[in-house]
């Protein structure tokens, strides 16, 4: 095996890792340099994204007005092709409701299947497709208005 693909697969880990506390702490700046400007996402029936701005306003709308969560990850797979790669991973995350939505949680366990493209600037995420397991919980713990 070619060493630098190891450098590659942990360059992506990496950005997985930076993508899941950028929405855990809400730094939505942080996502210049994890997804690409024309990235794309699918999120499940009529949650489409286009472009880096539309995956900001999409977290923004879910994340914005609950309380803490958590997006964990695991059984992380990545292929790399070049200048383009591949991962999967496992995701079980974790929202709990802000004030009178306090006493809700939602979780939606899953996976994320992702294309990364690489760029001067490093591995960037071109295309999101989020696999939903299962629902645990109340949607009202994200306070959607």
């Given at each position: 095996?070619?060493?630098?693909?190891?450098?590659?697969?942990?360059?992506?880990?990496?950005?997985?890792?930076?993508?899941?506390?950028?929405?855990?702490?809400?730094?939505?700046?942080?996502?210049?340099?994890?997804?690409?400007?024309?990235?794309?996402?699918?999120?499940?029936?009529?949650?489409?994204?286009?472009?880096?701005?539309?995956?900001?306003?999409?977290?923004?709308?879910?994340?914005?007005?609950?309380?803490?969560?958590?997006?964990?990850?695991?059984?992380?797979?990545?292929?790399?092709?070049?200048?383009?790669?591949?991962?999967?991973?496992?995701?079980?995350?974790?929202?709990?409701?802000?004030?009178?939505?306090?006493d809700k949680f939602l979780s939606t366990p899953g996976e994320?299947?992702?294309?990364?493209?690489?760029?001067?600037?490093?591995?960037?995420?071109?295309?999101?497709?989020?696999?939903?397991?299962?629902?645990?919980?109340?949607?009202?713990?994200?306070?959607?208005?």
């Amino acid at each position: 095996m070619d060493i630098s693909l190891l450098f590659d697969e942990r360059a992506i880990h990496h950005q997985l890792y930076a993508l899941a506390s950028a929405m855990d702490n809400r730094a939505w700046d942080a996502l210049d340099t994890i997804i690409a400007d024309e990235a794309e996402g699918d999120f499940g029936e009529g949650y489409e994204v286009s472009g880096r701005a539309g995956f900001v306003a999409m977290f923004r709308r879910f994340l914005g007005n609950c309380g803490p969560t958590q997006h964990l990850l695991g059984n992380i797979l990545v292929s790399i092709d070049g200048e383009r790669a591949t991962s999967r991973c496992y995701v079980r995350d974790m929202h709990q409701g802000d004030g009178i939505h306090s006493d809700k949680f939602l979780s939606t366990p899953g996976e994320y299947r992702d294309q990364w493209a690489r760029t001067s600037h490093g591995w960037r995420l071109v295309h999101r497709t989020k696999i939903n397991l299962m629902m645990i919980g109340s949607v009202e713990a994200l306070g959607l208005k």
